[in-house]
């Protein structure tokens, strides 16, 4: 079965600082990749994924992914946050194409300090 | 469009109790996917229904089912409640099933057993 590890439960950053979360996965089989950020007292919000093609993929509000199959990576990076950013960070893996069963990381939790 | 709706979006049970939580999914969503979300375990995949059929579940006891209707709402049920069900109950609704699909997530309800 697939899974995800996401390699830091908690990263500081100062704003305006760069920033990578790290995620890698396992699994046999080809892999669909997500990133999804939830901020307190609400649901989840897909971020960017990768499905098939160009191995960068980008969000609209800044956050990139590059899909990595040789390193099993799938790593979400900013080069300079806001306060705005502040959130847990998941990262999830479906191999699925026909349903919706989606493995999730422990999570992320990024805090940008002023 | 109005966004995926959870209710209720808290509860208080005790143990042995039976709960039933509601979600709509988007107008025009057919799949509607739970999840478990717990500090401990973070977040898991329940079941997915898909006009009305249960297309896949995830490892959890049989005290956890759901149902969908033709309207596609669903409702997840947990029979005979113990401590380790308190968690935030997370629902997504996609247009179809399938990992190119994206997933909305409701604010989810959060379910506290005593």
């Known amino acids: 079965a697939q899974s995800v590890t996401q390699l830091d439960s908690q990263v500081p950053v100062f704003e305006e600082a760069p920033v990578e979360l790290r995620c890698n996965y396992s699994?046999?089989?080809?892999?669909?990749l997500f990133w999804y950020v939830q901020y307190p007292n609400q649901g989840l919000q897909l971020l960017l994924k990768?499905?098939?093609?160009?191995?960068l993929v980008e969000s609209i509000n800044g956050f990139e992914a590059e899909f990595n199959k040789s390193q099993t990576s799938f790593h979400l990076r900013k080069p300079s946050v806001h306060i705005s950013d502040t959130a847990e960070y998941f990262c999830?893996?479906?191999?699925?194409?026909?349903?919706?069963?989606?493995?999730f990381g422990a999570g992320t939790r990024l805090t940008v300090k002023p | 469009k109005a966004g995926v709706t959870q209710t209720p979006r808290y509860l208080i049970k005790t143990r042995g109790q039976q709960v039933t939580l509601s979600c709509s999914p988007i107008?025009?969503?057919?799949?509607v996917s739970w999840y478990q979300q717990t500090p401990g375990q973070g977040l898991q995949f329940l079941f997915e229904?898909?006009?009305?059929?249960?297309?896949n579940k995830g490892n959890f006891p049989g005290r956890f089912s759901g149902r969908q209707f033709s309207n596609s709402r669903s409702e997840m049920n947990v029979s005979t409640l113990e401590l380790g069900d308190s968690a935030l109950y997370l629902c997504?609704?996609?247009?179809?099933?399938?990992?190119?699909?994206?997933?909305?997530f409701g604010p989810g309800t959060r379910l506290t057993v005593t």
């Open positions: 699994s046999s089989v080809s892999v669909y």
């Open positions: 997504a609704s996609s247009p179809g099933t399938g990992a190119h699909y994206e997933q909305y």
């Open positions: 107008s025009g969503h057919r799949s």
């Open positions: 229904y898909f006009s009305e059929t249960q297309r």
């Open positions: 990768y499905l098939s093609g160009s191995t």
């Open positions: 999830a893996v479906s191999v699925f194409y026909n349903n919706n069963d989606m493995r």
